[in-house]
């Protein structure tokens, strides 16, 4: 299973980056989503979802929805089976039209759903 990690980052600190790791760890194939990065622990970063593989189900984001509902459009173009929104960044402006796309929403932490086997 591929899953994309909206808003991945170098900082070790950070849920996004510990959530990467994590998912690697589990036997997930992912994909770094930050323009602003080339590289996080030698896996290559993705500049945006258009650039993603078509065969993407997961989208785990970490994102501020600020800076998430910019890219409602290609969360929908992308379709994923479904886009998790981590704590802190429920968007629920967003909700209604990934439901209509066809894309289920899940307000979770990624980390516990992989620690408690329900990723």
Known sequence: ?????LGASAKKERYSHQALL?????????????????EIAG???????????EDIDTVTVYLSPANSSALL???????PR?????????????YAALRQAGVQVQEACTLVLLRTGQF
């Open 1 to 5: 299973m591929r899953v994309a990690v």
């Open 22 to 38: 994590s998912l690697i760890e589990a036997g997930y194939q992912v994909c770094a989503v930050n323009p602003a990065l080339s």
């Open 43 to 53: 896996l290559p970063v993705y500049g945006g979802l258009a650039e993603l593989p």
């Open 73 to 79: 459009e290609a969360l929908c173009a992308l379709k």
């Open 82 to 94: 479904r886009v998790i929104f981590n704590p802190g960044a429920e968007n629920p402006a967003m």
